[in-house]
């Protein structure tokens, strides 16, 4: 029975649609957000109100854009690879993984006045694959349980930003941003529901599903003489959720102008019990030749959580000239409750993502 269950237990189709995480109900419902639009924000631990974007910043906070010399422009790619760890009743454990495209991140920003400044791109945001099964479990009996049904699910699917944006020098100490577009994708999935021990035919759905909707996000610099406040958000839509963050940042004196900071952020505000997540990043300045690295540790608390989850990141910036080339890696996980066995025999169930990140900033 222990070996059954160990083969077979995987995510339940009762698992709350509302988490962030790798999984059934995400293909299906609002996908796995990428956090990671840039390198750089993602070796800062995916920061939103920092700066981190260059003109990639009207996906997070547009105010940035009036942080440029002149005109850039930055493209970047990734991978993702994510694992799920399912822990049962009697400590029975069940793994997931995968290795799915990330980012993908193209945008140009430029000067229009020396205190007005523009930008446009676009931008993958959301990723909806999923291939693997989803079990609903039963309790036959005291500290027995049973695979009642199985669901496999095969899921494809994108979501992106195409996004142009502006941001204002109102004065020496408030920048505002604000960029507008459109939030848009295709994908589809099939589903097969098989009922374990009856002969009835399994029970197949699919759907292939459109969405456009509009996108906006604002956000603000205010660059005082003890450091720099950083505020953004981003609007909800159909199969995105929204996203408040506020940071903060010192350049030092010491360690070559090198820079300390910390953000927190808050996803799917408008609910009763948002995730939230935090992080705190530092850049080194010229520590190598040319180079600056970046660092990052940071907590990840889901909606429906039992512990916060770590995150851990790490990049460089090289400046190659008029070229900058970015590297970053990035680990986030994350502890939620799930509920693969019934009461009071109620799982958790892990997720973790590595992200791998490269990008080239030109300044023509």
Request: aromatic residues 12%; proline residues 4%.
């Amino acid at each position: 029975m222990k070996r059954f269950i160990t083969l077979f237990l995987l995510l339940s189709v009762t698992c709350p649609s509302l988490v962030l995480a790798w999984g059934f109900h995400d293909a299906m419902e609002y996908g796995s957000p990428i956090v990671a639009v840039t390198p750089k924000s993602s070796a800062m631990g995916g920061v939103w109100s920092m700066p981190s974007g260059g003109p990639a910043s009207i996906f997070l906070n547009p105010a940035e854009l009036s942080t440029m010399d002149g005109t850039m422009i930055t493209v970047g790619t990734g991978l993702i690879q994510w694992n799920t760890y399912t822990y049962g009743a009697d400590e029975f454990t069940q793994i997931l993984s995968g290795t799915i495209l990330g980012t993908a991140t193209a945008a140009v920003g430029f000067r229009l006045t020396d205190r007005i400044s523009l930008g446009a791109g676009v931008a993958r945001v959301s990723d909806f694959g999923f291939e693997g099964e989803s079990l609903e479990i039963m309790l036959e009996g005291p500290g027995r349980y049973k695979v009642y049904a199985v669901n496999n699910l095969d899921s494809r699917g994108s979501l992106w930003e195409v996004n142009t944006g502006m941001s204002f020098e109102l004065s020496d100490w408030l920048i505002a941003g604000a960029s507008g577009g459109l939030r848009s994708g295709s994908g589809s999935w099939i589903r097969v529901y098989n009922l374990v021990y009856e002969s009835v035919p399994n029970d197949t759905t699919s759907l292939d599903w459109d969405e456009l909707d509009f996108c906006a996000h604002i956000g603000f610099l205010l660059p005082f003489e003890f450091g720099t406040f950083g505020i953004s958000g981003t609007n909800a839509s159909g199969r995105y959720r929204s996203r408040v963050a506020i940071g903060y940042q010192k350049d030092l004196e010491i360690l070559n102008g090198s820079t300390l900071g910390f953000e927190v952020d808050v996803q799917s505000i408008e609910e009763d019990n948002p995730a939230v997540s935090g992080k705190f990043f530092a850049v080194f300045l010229n520590m190598i030749p040319s180079v600056r690295s970046i660092y990052s540790v940071g907590f990840d608390r889901a909606s429906d959580y039992t512990r916060s989850g770590l995150c851990l990141s790490t990049g460089a910036c090289i400046d190659l000239g008029r070229i900058d080339l970015d590297m970053a890696i990035s680990w986030r996980s994350r502890s939620r409750a799930g509920f693969s066995f019934p009461e009071p025999n109620l799982d958790n169930i892990d997720d973790s993502g590595t992200y791998y990140n490269i990008g080239l900033n030109w300044r023509p």
